[in-house]
């Protein structure tokens, strides 16, 4: 039973438009969510962050949403750039002890120029 | 570069053999994990080592053994595996618990004949 969904395996975004991946859980024990970028033949890496007492995050282009009533949140890139073509993926944490980041299977982004 | 390095990148292997997977990293991070991407498939925590104990195992087979002979170091030993633990095997490293940045190497894909 997956408790991170991406339910878009893939998304097309024109260059400079606004890409928006979404990501829901099931979970309500989350309360730490992260968004990870992979690119072919890479590990993922580590692009922005959100706390369960917070309900938006921004860094640069990139702004994370959260809506805890509804268990979903977004990632969203403003301008989209060719460059941001990768694989997006939505993780969570539960517990402050905890080692255990549970992530959903991933959205695919391509950014047409 | 992350500063976590693995190796091999790729690895044939067929069910009889033992191969071991082997994961450094230089940032003088605490804990160590190993994930295992199969295809269509969320990322899946399968081990994680903090200052050299393991204190995460995910009800993986016997048949993958890890090794951390010390922090900046951690091995996945393989023995008998089944066509179906043919997957991307990627390594992780992190300063502690919930660590936002956890920084992945390039992964070892991994097929089983």
């Known amino acids: 039973d997956q408790q991170v969904k991406q339910n878009s395996p893939s998304l097309s975004v024109q260059e400079g438009r606004i890409s928006i991946l979404n990501c829901d859980y099931t979970n309500s024990m989350f309360d730490y969510f992260l968004w990870y970028k992979k690119y072919p033949a890479e590990g993922p890496t580590f692009l922005i962050s959100i706390s369960s007492i917070k309900d938006k995050n921004e860094d640069g282009r990139f702004t994370v949403f959260l809506n805890k009533s509804a268990k979903h949140l977004s990632l969203h890139i403003v301008p989209s750039q060719p460059g941001d073509s990768a694989v997006y993926f939505c993780?969570?944490?539960?517990?402050?002890?905890?080692?255990?980041?549970?992530f959903g299977k991933g959205t695919k982004l391509s950014v047409i120029p | 570069e992350t500063g976590v390095t693995q190796t091999p990148r790729h690895l044939v292997m067929g069910m009889t053999n033992k191969k071991s997977l082997k994961c450094e990293q230089h940032?003088?991070?605490?804990?160590m994990y190993w994930y295992k991407q199969s295809a269509k498939k969320p990322l899946e925590l399968m081990f994680v080592y903090s200052l050299e104990e393991r204190v995460e195992n995910n009800s993986v087979p016997s048949r993958f053994s890890p090794e951390c002979p010390n922090s900046s170091h951690l091995f996945l030993h393989l023995h008998t595996l089944q066509p179906e633990d043919s997957a991307l095997y990627l390594c992780?490293?992190?300063?502690?618990?919930?660590?936002?940045?956890?920084?992945f190497g390039s992964g070892t894909q991994l097929s089983v004949l």
């Open positions: 993780a969570a944490y539960s517990g402050a002890g905890s080692y255990q980041l549970t």
């Open positions: 992780a490293s992190s300063l502690g618990r919930r660590s936002e940045k956890l920084f």
């Open positions: 940032l003088g991070h605490n804990a």
